[in-house]
Protein backbone atom coordinates (compact mmCIF):
# COMPACT_ATOMS: atom_id res chain seq x y z
CA UNK A 1 0.00 0.00 0.00
CA UNK A 2 1.04 3.37 -0.61
CA UNK A 3 2.03 5.89 1.91
CA UNK A 4 -0.91 8.33 2.29
CA UNK A 5 -0.98 11.64 4.16
CA UNK A 6 -3.11 11.88 7.22
CA UNK A 7 -5.64 13.70 5.04
CA UNK A 8 -5.91 11.05 2.22
CA UNK A 9 -6.61 8.51 4.78
CA UNK A 10 -9.47 10.33 5.86
CA UNK A 11 -10.71 10.68 2.62
CA UNK A 12 -10.51 6.88 1.72
CA UNK A 13 -12.12 6.25 5.16
CA UNK A 14 -15.17 8.32 4.27
CA UNK A 15 -15.22 7.25 0.71
CA UNK A 16 -15.59 3.07 2.19
CA UNK A 17 -17.37 4.01 5.56
CA UNK A 18 -18.32 -0.06 6.01
CA UNK A 19 -20.08 0.55 9.15
CA UNK A 20 -22.64 3.18 7.28
CA UNK A 21 -22.88 0.27 4.37
CA UNK A 22 -23.94 -2.66 6.64
CA UNK A 23 -26.67 -0.38 7.69
CA UNK A 24 -28.50 -0.82 3.89
CA UNK A 25 -28.53 -4.37 4.56
CA UNK A 26 -31.07 -5.68 6.91
CA UNK A 27 -30.44 -9.47 7.20
CA UNK A 28 -26.91 -8.50 8.26
CA UNK A 29 -28.85 -6.93 11.70
CA UNK A 30 -30.28 -10.39 12.60
CA UNK A 31 -28.96 -13.18 14.68
CA UNK A 32 -27.91 -16.97 13.84
CA UNK A 33 -28.26 -19.50 16.52
CA UNK A 34 -28.11 -16.54 19.02
CA UNK A 35 -25.07 -15.17 17.91
CA UNK A 36 -25.07 -12.44 15.29
CA UNK A 37 -25.16 -13.43 11.71
CA UNK A 38 -21.40 -13.66 10.10
CA UNK A 39 -22.01 -13.86 6.36
CA UNK A 40 -19.28 -15.62 4.07
CA UNK A 41 -20.59 -17.11 1.79
CA UNK A 42 -20.85 -13.95 -0.79
CA UNK A 43 -19.90 -16.50 -3.74
CA UNK A 44 -22.88 -18.44 -3.67
CA UNK A 45 -25.28 -15.38 -3.12
CA UNK A 46 -24.87 -11.85 -1.82
CA UNK A 47 -27.40 -10.04 0.36
CA UNK A 48 -29.54 -7.52 -0.81
CA UNK A 49 -29.31 -3.70 0.49
CA UNK A 50 -32.68 -1.63 1.04
CA UNK A 51 -32.32 -0.05 -2.32
CA UNK A 52 -32.72 -3.09 -3.93
CA UNK A 53 -35.89 -4.85 -1.75
CA UNK A 54 -37.66 -1.32 -1.95
CA UNK A 55 -37.71 -1.04 -5.27
CA UNK A 56 -39.21 -4.71 -5.57
CA UNK A 57 -41.54 -3.42 -3.09
CA UNK A 58 -42.24 -0.35 -5.26
CA UNK A 59 -42.87 -1.98 -8.25
CA UNK A 60 -45.35 -4.19 -7.08
CA UNK A 61 -46.75 -1.53 -4.77
CA UNK A 62 -47.35 0.93 -7.52
CA UNK A 63 -46.07 -0.03 -10.95
CA UNK A 64 -47.00 -3.40 -11.21
CA UNK A 65 -47.94 -4.32 -14.96
CA UNK A 66 -47.01 -6.10 -18.00
CA UNK A 67 -44.26 -4.57 -20.24
CA UNK A 68 -44.53 -4.36 -24.08
CA UNK A 69 -48.41 -4.29 -24.84
CA UNK A 70 -50.81 -2.14 -23.36
CA UNK A 71 -51.16 1.43 -23.95
CA UNK A 72 -52.83 2.07 -20.58
CA UNK A 73 -50.31 4.04 -17.92
CA UNK A 74 -48.95 1.45 -16.05
CA UNK A 75 -48.16 -0.98 -19.04
CA UNK A 76 -46.15 2.28 -19.83
CA UNK A 77 -44.65 2.82 -16.30
CA UNK A 78 -43.68 -0.43 -16.42
CA UNK A 79 -42.14 -0.72 -19.69
CA UNK A 80 -40.28 2.03 -18.69
CA UNK A 81 -38.71 1.02 -16.05
CA UNK A 82 -37.77 -2.50 -17.55
CA UNK A 83 -36.49 -0.79 -20.46
CA UNK A 84 -34.62 1.83 -18.29
CA UNK A 85 -33.09 -1.57 -16.58
CA UNK A 86 -31.50 -2.37 -19.60
CA UNK A 87 -29.74 1.13 -19.89
CA UNK A 88 -28.06 0.50 -16.63
CA UNK A 89 -26.78 -2.53 -17.63
CA UNK A 90 -25.41 -1.49 -20.92
CA UNK A 91 -23.98 1.70 -19.03
CA UNK A 92 -22.67 -0.98 -16.11
CA UNK A 93 -21.03 -3.15 -18.35
CA UNK A 94 -20.11 -0.45 -21.40
CA UNK A 95 -21.84 -1.85 -24.05
CA UNK A 96 -22.50 -0.20 -27.09
CA UNK A 97 -26.00 -0.29 -27.23
CA UNK A 98 -29.37 -1.38 -25.40
CA UNK A 99 -29.85 -4.18 -28.36
CA UNK A 100 -26.70 -5.80 -27.25
CA UNK A 101 -28.24 -7.16 -23.66
CA UNK A 102 -30.67 -9.96 -23.62
CA UNK A 103 -32.25 -10.42 -19.99
CA UNK A 104 -31.88 -14.32 -18.92
CA UNK A 105 -32.61 -15.86 -15.61
CA UNK A 106 -28.93 -15.47 -14.85
CA UNK A 107 -25.54 -16.90 -15.67
CA UNK A 108 -26.93 -20.38 -16.43
CA UNK A 109 -29.21 -19.32 -19.10
CA UNK A 110 -27.29 -16.70 -20.92
CA UNK A 111 -24.77 -19.18 -21.05
CA UNK A 112 -27.37 -22.03 -22.42
CA UNK A 113 -28.65 -19.37 -24.73
CA UNK A 114 -25.06 -19.10 -26.71
CA UNK A 115 -24.31 -22.50 -26.90
CA UNK A 116 -27.96 -23.81 -28.01
CA UNK A 117 -28.12 -21.02 -30.55
CA UNK A 118 -24.51 -19.56 -31.58
CA UNK A 119 -23.20 -23.15 -30.90
CA UNK A 120 -26.24 -24.71 -32.88
CA UNK A 121 -25.53 -22.49 -36.20
CA UNK A 122 -21.77 -22.33 -35.85
CA UNK A 123 -20.68 -25.22 -34.12
CA UNK A 124 -19.68 -28.54 -36.53
CA UNK A 125 -18.32 -32.61 -36.15
CA UNK A 126 -14.77 -32.35 -35.88
CA UNK A 127 -15.04 -28.45 -34.33
CA UNK A 128 -13.11 -28.02 -30.88
CA UNK A 129 -14.91 -25.96 -27.86
CA UNK A 130 -12.46 -25.03 -25.26
CA UNK A 131 -13.07 -24.53 -21.66
CA UNK A 132 -11.06 -24.13 -18.42
CA UNK A 133 -10.47 -26.48 -15.64
CA UNK A 134 -11.77 -23.44 -13.22
CA UNK A 135 -15.43 -23.67 -14.89
CA UNK A 136 -18.90 -23.86 -12.60
CA UNK A 137 -20.25 -26.68 -14.10
CA UNK A 138 -22.50 -24.09 -15.96
CA UNK A 139 -19.63 -23.57 -18.22
CA UNK A 140 -18.79 -26.92 -18.87
CA UNK A 141 -22.35 -28.58 -19.14
CA UNK A 142 -23.93 -26.28 -22.01
CA UNK A 143 -20.56 -27.13 -23.93
CA UNK A 144 -20.91 -30.84 -23.33
CA UNK A 145 -24.35 -31.02 -24.84
CA UNK A 146 -23.79 -28.99 -27.83
CA UNK A 147 -20.40 -31.03 -28.58
CA UNK A 148 -22.32 -34.52 -28.10
CA UNK A 149 -24.87 -33.45 -30.33
CA UNK A 150 -22.52 -32.35 -32.93
CA UNK A 151 -20.02 -34.55 -32.59
CA UNK A 152 -17.64 -31.77 -31.57
CA UNK A 153 -14.94 -31.86 -28.84
CA UNK A 154 -14.42 -30.44 -25.38
CA UNK A 155 -11.03 -29.38 -24.83
CA UNK A 156 -9.67 -28.17 -21.94
CA UNK A 157 -7.23 -25.59 -20.57
CA UNK A 158 -4.94 -26.58 -17.60
CA UNK A 159 -4.61 -24.97 -14.40
CA UNK A 160 -0.93 -25.35 -12.41
CA UNK A 161 -1.12 -26.10 -8.74
CA UNK A 162 -1.68 -22.20 -7.79
CA UNK A 163 -5.01 -22.61 -9.60
CA UNK A 164 -3.53 -20.03 -12.61
CA UNK A 165 -4.40 -21.10 -15.81
CA UNK A 166 -1.38 -22.66 -18.07
CA UNK A 167 -1.34 -19.73 -21.01
CA UNK A 168 1.67 -21.79 -22.66
CA UNK A 169 -1.02 -24.83 -22.86
CA UNK A 170 -3.69 -22.27 -23.99
CA UNK A 171 -2.06 -21.11 -26.67
CA UNK A 172 -1.04 -24.91 -27.99
CA UNK A 173 -4.73 -25.90 -27.51
CA UNK A 174 -6.10 -22.70 -29.47
CA UNK A 175 -6.05 -24.77 -33.42
CA UNK A 176 -8.14 -24.14 -36.35
CA UNK A 177 -11.09 -25.67 -35.37
CA UNK A 178 -11.28 -23.91 -32.30
CA UNK A 179 -14.97 -22.21 -32.53
CA UNK A 180 -15.26 -20.48 -29.04
CA UNK A 181 -12.98 -20.42 -25.89
CA UNK A 182 -15.21 -19.68 -22.60
CA UNK A 183 -14.23 -19.30 -19.55
CA UNK A 184 -14.37 -17.54 -16.42
CA UNK A 185 -13.93 -13.87 -15.08
CA UNK A 186 -12.69 -15.52 -12.27
CA UNK A 187 -13.45 -18.82 -10.16
CA UNK A 188 -15.70 -19.28 -7.81
CA UNK A 189 -13.96 -22.34 -5.98
CA UNK A 190 -10.12 -20.57 -6.24
CA UNK A 191 -10.59 -16.52 -6.81
CA UNK A 192 -8.30 -17.47 -9.29
CA UNK A 193 -8.96 -14.04 -11.57
CA UNK A 194 -7.83 -15.17 -15.10
CA UNK A 195 -5.87 -13.00 -17.69
CA UNK A 196 -8.76 -12.65 -19.96
CA UNK A 197 -8.18 -9.62 -22.16
CA UNK A 198 -5.01 -11.41 -22.98
CA UNK A 199 -6.92 -15.00 -23.18
CA UNK A 200 -9.35 -12.99 -25.54
CA UNK A 201 -6.62 -11.18 -27.86
CA UNK A 202 -5.16 -14.61 -28.21
CA UNK A 203 -8.73 -16.43 -29.23
CA UNK A 204 -9.25 -13.65 -31.87
CA UNK A 205 -6.42 -14.21 -33.43
CA UNK A 206 -6.81 -17.64 -34.05
CA UNK A 207 -10.30 -16.91 -35.21
CA UNK A 208 -12.46 -18.00 -32.23
CA UNK A 209 -15.28 -16.24 -30.53
CA UNK A 210 -14.96 -16.03 -26.20
CA UNK A 211 -17.99 -15.84 -24.09
CA UNK A 212 -17.03 -14.78 -20.44
CA UNK A 213 -18.95 -16.50 -17.41
CA UNK A 214 -18.77 -13.28 -15.56
CA UNK A 215 -21.19 -15.05 -12.57
CA UNK A 216 -17.75 -14.01 -10.19
CA UNK A 217 -16.36 -10.99 -12.09
CA UNK A 218 -19.53 -8.36 -12.24
CA UNK A 219 -19.15 -8.56 -8.28
CA UNK A 220 -15.83 -7.29 -7.78
CA UNK A 221 -14.39 -6.47 -11.09
CA UNK A 222 -15.30 -3.78 -13.12
CA UNK A 223 -16.05 -4.47 -16.34
CA UNK A 224 -15.79 -2.97 -19.67
CA UNK A 225 -17.08 -5.44 -22.85
CA UNK A 226 -15.71 -2.98 -25.10
CA UNK A 227 -12.42 -2.69 -23.83
CA UNK A 228 -12.07 -6.68 -23.40
CA UNK A 229 -13.64 -7.25 -26.72
CA UNK A 230 -15.05 -10.25 -25.15
CA UNK A 231 -18.10 -11.38 -27.49
CA UNK A 232 -20.25 -12.76 -25.14
CA UNK A 233 -20.14 -11.68 -21.30
CA UNK A 234 -22.81 -13.64 -18.73
CA UNK A 235 -23.42 -12.67 -15.21
CA UNK A 236 -26.27 -13.54 -12.36
CA UNK A 237 -27.77 -10.63 -10.57
CA UNK A 238 -27.92 -12.00 -7.16
CA UNK A 239 -23.68 -12.48 -6.65
CA UNK A 240 -23.95 -8.69 -7.09
CA UNK A 241 -26.78 -7.74 -4.50
CA UNK A 242 -29.58 -8.27 -7.06
CA UNK A 243 -32.69 -10.39 -6.70
CA UNK A 244 -32.01 -14.05 -7.73
CA UNK A 245 -33.67 -15.66 -11.05
CA UNK A 246 -32.12 -12.55 -13.42
CA UNK A 247 -29.25 -11.97 -15.09
CA UNK A 248 -27.89 -10.40 -18.49
CA UNK A 249 -26.34 -11.99 -21.45
CA UNK A 250 -24.10 -9.19 -23.56
CA UNK A 251 -23.02 -9.78 -27.15
CA UNK A 252 -21.93 -8.40 -29.61
CA UNK A 253 -24.91 -7.03 -32.35
CA UNK A 254 -23.64 -8.56 -35.01
CA UNK A 255 -23.62 -11.99 -33.63
CA UNK A 256 -27.19 -11.75 -32.09
CA UNK A 257 -28.28 -10.51 -35.62
CA UNK A 258 -27.36 -13.77 -37.10
CA UNK A 259 -28.69 -15.55 -34.31
CA UNK A 260 -31.55 -17.95 -34.22
CA UNK A 261 -34.33 -17.21 -30.91
CA UNK A 262 -33.27 -19.49 -28.26
CA UNK A 263 -37.06 -20.30 -27.20
CA UNK A 264 -40.85 -19.18 -28.91
CA UNK A 265 -43.09 -17.26 -27.45
CA UNK A 266 -44.70 -14.16 -26.77
CA UNK A 267 -43.07 -10.72 -26.58
CA UNK A 268 -39.78 -12.41 -29.34
CA UNK A 269 -42.12 -12.53 -32.20
CA UNK A 270 -43.57 -9.33 -34.59
CA UNK A 271 -46.28 -11.34 -36.08
CA UNK A 272 -47.16 -14.53 -36.46
CA UNK A 273 -49.66 -17.09 -38.27
CA UNK A 274 -49.14 -20.71 -38.49
CA UNK A 275 -47.67 -21.05 -42.26
CA UNK A 276 -44.44 -18.11 -40.93
CA UNK A 277 -43.45 -16.37 -38.06
CA UNK A 278 -41.57 -12.79 -38.34
CA UNK A 279 -39.20 -12.44 -35.32
CA UNK A 280 -39.03 -9.82 -33.38
CA UNK A 281 -36.29 -6.99 -33.52
CA UNK A 282 -32.88 -7.36 -30.93
CA UNK A 283 -33.22 -8.06 -28.22
CA UNK A 284 -36.57 -9.02 -27.78
CA UNK A 285 -36.11 -11.74 -30.02
CA UNK A 286 -34.12 -13.39 -27.50
CA UNK A 287 -36.41 -12.92 -24.72
CA UNK A 288 -39.58 -14.97 -24.83
CA UNK A 289 -43.05 -14.50 -22.87
CA UNK A 290 -43.62 -11.90 -20.06
CA UNK A 291 -40.18 -11.33 -18.50
CA UNK A 292 -39.09 -11.48 -14.52
CA UNK A 293 -39.69 -7.37 -14.66
CA UNK A 294 -39.78 -7.35 -10.37
CA UNK A 295 -36.02 -9.55 -11.03
CA UNK A 296 -35.23 -6.70 -14.41
CA UNK A 297 -35.75 -3.38 -12.03
CA UNK A 298 -34.22 -5.16 -8.51
CA UNK A 299 -31.30 -6.02 -10.66
CA UNK A 300 -30.61 -2.10 -12.05
CA UNK A 301 -31.22 -0.89 -8.63
CA UNK A 302 -28.41 -3.47 -7.51
CA UNK A 303 -25.81 -2.20 -10.09
CA UNK A 304 -26.68 1.53 -9.07
CA UNK A 305 -26.17 1.02 -5.53
CA UNK A 306 -23.11 -1.12 -6.34
CA UNK A 307 -22.20 1.85 -8.71
CA UNK A 308 -22.69 4.32 -6.20
CA UNK A 309 -20.13 2.56 -3.62
CA UNK A 310 -17.61 2.79 -6.17
CA UNK A 311 -16.56 -0.78 -8.04
CA UNK A 312 -12.83 0.69 -7.44
CA UNK A 313 -13.77 0.82 -3.22
CA UNK A 314 -15.14 -1.75 -3.36
CA UNK A 315 -12.79 -3.96 -4.57
CA UNK A 316 -9.87 -2.37 -2.55
CA UNK A 317 -12.22 -3.00 0.91
CA UNK A 318 -12.13 -6.54 -0.20
CA UNK A 319 -8.54 -7.24 -1.33
CA UNK A 320 -8.26 -5.56 2.03
CA UNK A 321 -10.04 -8.67 3.76
CA UNK A 322 -8.69 -11.06 1.05
CA UNK A 323 -5.04 -10.29 2.53
CA UNK A 324 -5.53 -10.02 5.99
CA UNK A 325 -7.94 -13.30 6.30
CA UNK A 326 -5.49 -14.78 4.31
CA UNK A 327 -2.47 -13.89 6.38
CA UNK A 328 -4.93 -15.00 9.62
CA UNK A 329 -6.03 -18.52 8.04
CA UNK A 330 -2.44 -18.95 7.38
CA UNK A 331 -1.66 -19.40 11.13
CA UNK A 332 -3.66 -22.39 12.20
CA UNK A 333 -1.65 -25.39 11.78
CA UNK A 334 -3.41 -27.95 8.93
CA UNK A 335 -4.98 -25.52 7.41
CA UNK A 336 -4.26 -25.60 3.57
CA UNK A 337 -5.56 -23.27 0.76
CA UNK A 338 -6.84 -24.49 -2.19
CA UNK A 339 -6.45 -21.92 -4.58
CA UNK A 340 -2.90 -19.34 -4.31
CA UNK A 341 -3.40 -17.50 -7.64
CA UNK A 342 -1.36 -14.19 -8.11
CA UNK A 343 -4.43 -12.45 -8.47
CA UNK A 344 -7.29 -13.40 -6.96
CA UNK A 345 -10.99 -12.14 -5.75
CA UNK A 346 -12.23 -12.21 -2.42
CA UNK A 347 -12.59 -16.21 -2.34
CA UNK A 348 -10.75 -18.26 -0.13
CA UNK A 349 -11.14 -22.31 -0.24
CA UNK A 350 -9.01 -24.38 2.01
CA UNK A 351 -9.12 -27.57 3.53
CA UNK A 352 -8.22 -28.74 7.50
CA UNK A 353 -6.43 -31.95 8.26
CA UNK A 354 -8.40 -34.45 9.40
CA UNK A 355 -12.04 -32.87 9.53
CA UNK A 356 -14.34 -33.00 6.81
CA UNK A 357 -15.50 -29.70 5.18
CA UNK A 358 -19.01 -30.44 6.23
CA UNK A 359 -17.68 -31.11 9.36
CA UNK A 360 -16.28 -27.68 9.60
CA UNK A 361 -19.37 -25.78 7.81
CA UNK A 362 -21.91 -27.66 11.28
CA UNK A 363 -19.52 -26.44 13.54
CA UNK A 364 -18.91 -22.73 12.08
CA UNK A 365 -22.91 -22.72 11.80
CA UNK A 366 -23.49 -23.27 15.29
CA UNK A 367 -21.25 -19.86 15.57
CA UNK A 368 -23.38 -17.81 13.30
CA UNK A 369 -20.93 -18.09 10.78
CA UNK A 370 -22.22 -19.18 6.68
CA UNK A 371 -19.33 -20.44 4.91
CA UNK A 372 -20.01 -23.04 1.86
CA UNK A 373 -18.48 -26.43 2.09
CA UNK A 374 -18.32 -28.76 -0.83
CA UNK A 375 -17.56 -29.02 -3.87
CA UNK A 376 -18.60 -25.65 -5.24
CA UNK A 377 -20.42 -26.95 -8.83
CA UNK A 378 -16.83 -27.69 -9.69
CA UNK A 379 -16.21 -31.18 -9.39
CA UNK A 380 -13.44 -31.32 -12.13
CA UNK A 381 -11.59 -29.17 -10.38
CA UNK A 382 -12.02 -30.86 -7.14
CA UNK A 383 -10.30 -34.06 -8.97
CA UNK A 384 -7.18 -31.76 -10.07
CA UNK A 385 -6.71 -30.79 -6.49
CA UNK A 386 -7.68 -34.46 -5.28
CA UNK A 387 -9.95 -33.25 -2.49
CA UNK A 388 -13.63 -34.46 -2.43
CA UNK A 389 -14.48 -30.67 -1.14
CA UNK A 390 -13.34 -27.76 0.87
CA UNK A 391 -14.26 -24.74 2.43
CA UNK A 392 -14.86 -21.94 1.13
CA UNK A 393 -15.06 -18.29 2.75
CA UNK A 394 -15.75 -15.38 0.18
CA UNK A 395 -16.32 -11.56 1.15
CA UNK A 396 -18.63 -9.43 0.07
CA UNK A 397 -18.81 -5.77 0.15
CA UNK A 398 -19.99 -5.17 3.21
CA UNK A 399 -17.29 -7.98 5.04
CA UNK A 400 -15.33 -6.77 7.95
CA UNK A 401 -11.28 -7.39 8.98
CA UNK A 402 -13.50 -9.00 12.27
CA UNK A 403 -15.58 -11.23 10.67
CA UNK A 404 -12.30 -12.47 9.17
CA UNK A 405 -11.14 -12.69 13.23
CA UNK A 406 -14.57 -14.61 13.78
CA UNK A 407 -13.57 -17.21 11.19
CA UNK A 408 -10.39 -17.80 12.49
CA UNK A 409 -12.00 -18.42 16.15
CA UNK A 410 -14.66 -20.53 14.55
CA UNK A 411 -11.99 -22.71 12.97
CA UNK A 412 -10.03 -23.03 16.18
CA UNK A 413 -12.83 -24.18 17.41
CA UNK A 414 -13.18 -27.33 14.99
CA UNK A 415 -9.42 -28.15 15.81
CA UNK A 416 -10.72 -28.38 19.11
CA UNK A 417 -13.89 -30.12 18.53
CA UNK A 418 -11.88 -32.82 16.21
CA UNK A 419 -8.59 -33.08 18.73
CA UNK B 1 -20.88 -25.66 22.20
CA UNK B 2 -23.25 -28.30 24.30
CA UNK B 3 -25.32 -29.25 20.73
CA UNK B 4 -21.99 -29.70 18.89
CA UNK B 5 -20.98 -32.00 21.44
CA UNK B 6 -24.44 -33.96 21.26
CA UNK B 7 -23.17 -34.20 17.69
CA UNK B 8 -19.95 -35.22 17.80
CA UNK B 9 -20.38 -37.46 20.60
CA UNK B 10 -17.12 -39.41 21.87
CA UNK B 11 -17.85 -42.74 19.99
CA UNK B 12 -18.36 -40.68 16.96
CA UNK B 13 -15.00 -38.91 16.98
CA UNK B 14 -13.91 -42.21 17.75
CA UNK B 15 -15.40 -44.13 14.71
CA UNK B 16 -14.41 -41.65 12.25
CA UNK B 17 -10.58 -41.48 13.61
CA UNK B 18 -10.36 -45.65 13.43
CA UNK B 19 -12.77 -46.59 11.56
CA UNK B 20 -13.75 -50.48 11.73
CA UNK B 21 -14.56 -52.56 8.70
CA UNK B 22 -12.56 -49.88 6.42
CA UNK B 23 -11.12 -52.07 3.96
CA UNK B 24 -12.60 -53.63 0.82
CA UNK B 25 -13.77 -57.36 0.47
CA UNK B 26 -13.31 -58.69 -3.29
CA UNK B 27 -14.75 -61.70 -2.59
CA UNK B 28 -17.83 -60.21 -1.15
CA UNK B 29 -21.04 -61.24 -3.00
CA UNK B 30 -22.48 -57.66 -2.79
CA UNK B 31 -20.80 -54.31 -3.48
CA UNK B 32 -22.81 -51.30 -3.63
CA UNK B 33 -22.09 -47.42 -3.97
CA UNK B 34 -23.22 -44.80 -2.19
CA UNK B 35 -22.90 -41.37 -3.17
CA UNK B 36 -23.87 -38.19 -1.61
CA UNK B 37 -23.82 -35.35 -4.70
CA UNK B 38 -24.79 -32.40 -2.53
CA UNK B 39 -21.76 -32.70 -0.78
CA UNK B 40 -19.48 -35.64 -2.36
CA UNK B 41 -19.59 -38.05 0.51
CA UNK B 42 -18.63 -41.42 -1.41
CA UNK B 43 -18.68 -44.71 0.11
CA UNK B 44 -18.79 -48.52 -1.20
CA UNK B 45 -20.17 -50.80 0.93
CA UNK B 46 -19.47 -55.02 0.53
CA UNK B 47 -21.83 -57.30 2.09
CA UNK B 48 -20.82 -61.12 2.12
CA UNK B 49 -24.15 -62.89 2.67
CA UNK B 50 -24.47 -66.56 3.86
CA UNK B 51 -27.78 -67.31 2.87
CA UNK B 52 -29.81 -64.61 4.97
CA UNK B 53 -27.17 -63.77 7.65
CA UNK B 54 -24.46 -61.53 7.07
CA UNK B 55 -21.67 -62.86 7.48
CA UNK B 56 -18.89 -60.04 6.83
CA UNK B 57 -19.81 -56.30 6.26
CA UNK B 58 -16.86 -53.49 5.10
CA UNK B 59 -16.24 -50.32 3.32
CA UNK B 60 -14.26 -47.84 1.99
CA UNK B 61 -14.73 -44.19 0.66
CA UNK B 62 -14.42 -40.89 2.22
CA UNK B 63 -16.93 -38.30 3.53
CA UNK B 64 -17.27 -35.89 7.07
CA UNK B 65 -17.23 -37.70 10.33
CA UNK B 66 -20.50 -38.27 10.48
CA UNK B 67 -21.28 -40.17 7.41
CA UNK B 68 -17.59 -42.24 8.17
CA UNK B 69 -18.72 -42.74 11.83
CA UNK B 70 -21.99 -44.07 10.57
CA UNK B 71 -20.79 -46.46 8.03
CA UNK B 72 -18.25 -47.51 10.93
CA UNK B 73 -21.08 -48.31 13.55
CA UNK B 74 -23.54 -49.89 10.86
CA UNK B 75 -20.52 -52.37 9.99
CA UNK B 76 -20.03 -53.34 13.22
CA UNK B 77 -24.16 -53.56 14.33
CA UNK B 78 -25.35 -55.61 11.81
CA UNK B 79 -22.27 -57.99 11.62
CA UNK B 80 -24.44 -61.71 11.76
CA UNK B 81 -27.54 -60.04 11.36
CA UNK B 82 -29.68 -61.76 9.08
CA UNK B 83 -30.76 -59.51 6.40
CA UNK B 84 -34.45 -58.76 7.83
CA UNK B 85 -32.80 -57.78 11.23
CA UNK B 86 -30.87 -55.21 9.57
CA UNK B 87 -33.43 -53.64 7.89
CA UNK B 88 -34.93 -53.62 10.58
CA UNK B 89 -32.45 -51.57 12.66
CA UNK B 90 -32.24 -49.48 9.45
CA UNK B 91 -35.26 -47.93 10.37
CA UNK B 92 -34.89 -47.96 14.48
CA UNK B 93 -31.25 -45.38 13.32
CA UNK B 94 -33.64 -43.52 10.82
CA UNK B 95 -36.27 -42.79 13.28
CA UNK B 96 -33.29 -41.80 15.44
CA UNK B 97 -31.61 -39.18 13.41
CA UNK B 98 -34.99 -38.13 12.82
CA UNK B 99 -36.01 -37.71 16.19
CA UNK B 100 -37.46 -40.31 17.19
CA UNK B 101 -36.23 -43.22 19.42
CA UNK B 102 -39.24 -45.54 19.36
CA UNK B 103 -39.35 -45.53 22.80
CA UNK B 104 -35.92 -47.53 23.20
CA UNK B 105 -33.84 -46.56 26.02
CA UNK B 106 -29.94 -45.74 24.92
CA UNK B 107 -29.03 -49.39 26.16
CA UNK B 108 -31.20 -50.93 23.65
CA UNK B 109 -29.79 -48.58 21.15
CA UNK B 110 -26.30 -49.21 22.06
CA UNK B 111 -23.73 -47.71 19.93
CA UNK B 112 -26.46 -46.15 17.74
CA UNK B 113 -27.44 -43.96 20.51
CA UNK B 114 -24.54 -41.71 19.44
CA UNK B 115 -26.27 -40.72 16.47
CA UNK B 116 -29.41 -38.91 18.91
CA UNK B 117 -27.83 -35.44 18.04
CA UNK B 118 -28.25 -35.90 14.62
CA UNK B 119 -31.60 -34.74 14.72
CA UNK B 120 -30.68 -31.08 15.94
CA UNK B 121 -28.92 -30.59 12.98
CA UNK B 122 -30.99 -31.55 9.49
CA UNK B 123 -28.94 -31.14 6.73
CA UNK B 124 -26.98 -34.06 7.95
CA UNK B 125 -29.46 -36.68 8.31
CA UNK B 126 -28.21 -37.91 4.67
CA UNK B 127 -24.92 -38.18 5.67
CA UNK B 128 -25.55 -40.37 8.77
CA UNK B 129 -28.08 -42.18 6.88
CA UNK B 130 -25.89 -42.70 3.46
CA UNK B 131 -24.32 -45.81 4.80
CA UNK B 132 -27.30 -47.69 5.75
CA UNK B 133 -28.86 -46.96 2.34
CA UNK B 134 -26.44 -48.36 0.62
CA UNK B 135 -26.20 -51.57 3.04
CA UNK B 136 -30.20 -51.61 2.27
CA UNK B 137 -29.65 -51.71 -1.54
CA UNK B 138 -26.90 -54.24 -1.37
CA UNK B 139 -28.88 -56.24 1.00
CA UNK B 140 -32.10 -55.92 -1.89
CA UNK B 141 -29.50 -56.66 -4.82
CA UNK B 142 -30.74 -53.64 -6.54
CA UNK B 143 -28.95 -51.09 -8.46
CA UNK B 144 -25.06 -50.19 -8.01
CA UNK B 145 -25.32 -46.99 -7.31
CA UNK B 146 -27.04 -45.48 -4.78
CA UNK B 147 -27.85 -41.66 -4.42
CA UNK B 148 -29.21 -39.54 -1.70
CA UNK B 149 -30.77 -37.41 -3.70
Not at chain 1, 243 to 262: D, N, S
Not at chain 1, 295 to 302: N, P, Q, S
Not at chain 2, 44 to 58: C, E, G, M
Not at chain 2, 110 to 127: I, Q
Amino acid sequence: MSVATVNGERQTANAYDVARIREDFPILHRTVRGKPLIYLDNAATTQKPNAVIDRIVRYYREENSNVHRGVHYLSEVATAAYEGARTTVKRFLNARDEKEIVFTRGTTEAINLVASSWGGNNVREGDEVLISALEHHSNIVPWQLLCDSKGAKLRIIPVDDAGDLLLDEYEKLLTPRTRIVAVGHASNALGTINPIKRMIAMAHANGSLVLIDGAQGVPHLRVDVRDLDCDFYAFSGHKVYGPTGIGALYAKQELLEAMPPYQGGGDMILSVSFEKTTYNALPYKFEAGTPNIEGVVGLAAALDYVASLGLENIAAHEQDLLHYATACLGEIDGLHFIGTAKEKASVISFTLEGVHPHDIGTILDQEGIAVRTGHHCAQPLMMRYKVPATGRASFGLYNTREEADALVAGLRKVVEVFS
Amino acid sequence: MSDLRELYQQVILDHNKNPRNYREMPEAARKVEGYNPLCGDHYTVFVDLDADVIRDVSFTGSGCAISKASASVMSSTVKGKTTEEAQQLFEVFHRLVMGDQGGLSANELGRLAAFSGVSEFPARVKCATLAWHTLNTAIKGEEQVVTTE
